[in-house]
């Protein structure tokens, strides 16, 4: 199959309608598993010749992780990665590299989680294992 109609296909089904600057912007997101913040997509749209504003760039990936087409990661206050694995899973984080790394769900173990509030169910739980050089 092609590879931009794929990501079309994508964006259709899950209620997003493909627009050019979408599609350049999915084309780096949802072609194959990936964490990038917006500087990276922006820096490699950039790099092919893109004119996609840093405002387009920011919304689609509001509109993306809206619709579940891809999954923000904060990895500290003030920067977000974003991941097109969607499905529940953890990471590593290296502090120094700025790398994000997929640990597959069943690879963490939990004892337990405390009693939640009341009225409250548990969405998902997520483990982010911040790593530094020696």
């Known amino acids: 199959m092609d590879p931009a109609i794929d990501v079309q296909a994508k964006l259709e089904a899950h209620g997003v309608n493909p627009t050019p600057q979408r599609l350049e ?8 598993p990936v964490h990038l913040s917006a500087d990276q997509i922006l820096q490699q749209l950039r790099a092919a010749g893109s004119a996609v504003s ?3 760039v920011y919304n689609t990936l509001r509109l993306f992780t ?3 087409l891809v ?3 904060a990895v500290d206050p003030g920067r977000a990665i974003y991941d097109s694995t ?10 120094d590299t700025g ?4 640990i597959d769900a069943g690879a963490v173990g939990l004892p337990g989680i405390p009693s ?3 009225g ?6 997520e483990v982010i294992v911040r790593l530094r050089s020696r």
């Open 25 to 32: 912007i999915g084309a780096l997101l949802l072609r194959q």
């Open 54 to 56: 840093k405002a387009t």
């Open 66 to 68: 809206a619709h579940g």
């Open 71 to 73: 999954r923000e990661v």
């Open 86 to 95: 969607t499905v529940p899973h953890h990471h590593f984080y290296n502090a």
């Open 99 to 102: 790398e994000l790394t997929d």
């Open 116 to 118: 939640l509030p009341a």
């Open 120 to 125: 409250t169910r548990a969405e998902s739980v």
